[in-house]
DNA sequence: AGATTTTAGGTAACATGTTAACTAAATGGA
DNA sequence: TCCATTTAGTTAACATGTTACCTAAAATCT
């Protein structure tokens, strides 16, 4: 056990805080280039599990895109709208209904997929991939850690 | 320059997908303890640099607290209306407003401070103070680094 | 001084974050 | 079988995130 001075903790040099600039930092060049195509950050999200894993229900994108089922609700009903995805019912739990990536929607992971992947590549360069790879990697204990209950694994 | 395979890059082991969700994980216990005292996140996060720092206009607070104006605007305005903070206009620039947080504000950040300070003292013993110090430096580099305009310094 | 530009702050509109409450369907006993 | 519990998904209500637009005051230019 590490001793621990709890030293007060500057709201410069806070881990929260600066988890959230650094995000916003790395998202500003993904969202500008989502905004052409009238997507938000979020339905980006939802249609890449979609396209990268195939069908789920709403609650397995809820989970592996990170956002709260009220959230992926409204987000679903909005991609269902614009055509983007397809909303199927289970036949056998009919509570569950199973959301397909549609052919519009797979057109516009294509048309965007390699300037993502450009982006991502920038970021890894400006590191270094050691660096980022031990990045990566902290960001991953610092989540998996024991103090409280994963919300989104 | 190191090499750039351009590897399609999976949702798992993605960047800003790791931080929001090593972020999630690192304010739970953090908002859990705000929701006793009726504070949001960012509420806090404005008290906490009014408290640090002192009375500032709002182009100040929003760059120090990682928020945009208008969520700030709305923010303050909340602020004022509990009596947690107290709204000053200023004499010489008749556009800028010093805010300044009202010794009832205070009592909750010296309510709260001693808790959240252990708190995030869980989290740098959980990583390790080298690892957790090595982390906060991984992030203000990619947060500083070059590709885009700094959103919130 | 007068016109233009910049800056501080606000409002609007829409999407998401967050908690709570709710419905319907499935599940697990007694 | 009947009842209690759990699970999938939705809705409501409020706060924030995000972009666009707006006003007034300051700063700058000529």
Same mark, same amino acid.
């Given at each position: 056990? $590490?001793?621990?001075?709890? *030293? ?23 969202? &500008?280039? #989502?905004?052409?195509? /009238?997507?938000?950050? *979020? @339905?980006?999200? !939802? ?8 069908? =789920?229900?709403?609650?397995? %994108?809820?989970? =592996? ?8 609700? +409204? ?9 983007? !995805? %397809? ?5 056998? &739990?009919? +509570?569950? *209904?199973?959301?397909? %990536?549609?052919?519009? /929607? =797979? ?7 390699? =300037?993502?992947? *450009?982006? $991502? ?6 590191? /270094? ?5 031990? #990045? #990566?990697? #902290?960001?991953?204990?610092?989540? @998996? ?9």
């Amino acid at each position: 056990m $590490a001793r621990t001075k709890l *030293q007060l903790p500057s709201t410069r040099r806070s881990l929260p805080i600066a988890l959230m600039r650094s995000r916003e930092k790395v998202m500003a060049p993904i969202r &500008d280039m #989502l905004r052409a195509s /009238g997507l938000t950050e *979020q @339905q980006w999200r !939802v249609l890449r599990i979609l396209s990268e894993f195939g069908p =789920q229900d709403l609650t397995e %994108i809820a989970r =592996q895109a990170c956002l709260l089922m009220p959230s992926l609700s +409204r987000i679903i009903r909005s991609l269902a709208q614009n055509g983007l !995805v %397809i909303r199927a019912s289970d036949t056998k &739990d009919r +509570r569950r *209904q199973t959301v397909v %990536i549609s052919p519009a /929607g =797979q057109h516009l992971i294509d048309d965007n997929l390699v =300037q993502a992947t *450009q982006i $991502a590549a920038n970021y890894r360069n400006q590191l /270094g991939a050691e660096r980022y790879e031990l #990045l #990566l990697d #902290l960001l991953t204990e610092l989540e @998996q850690g024991p103090p409280y209950p994963v919300k989104c694994a």
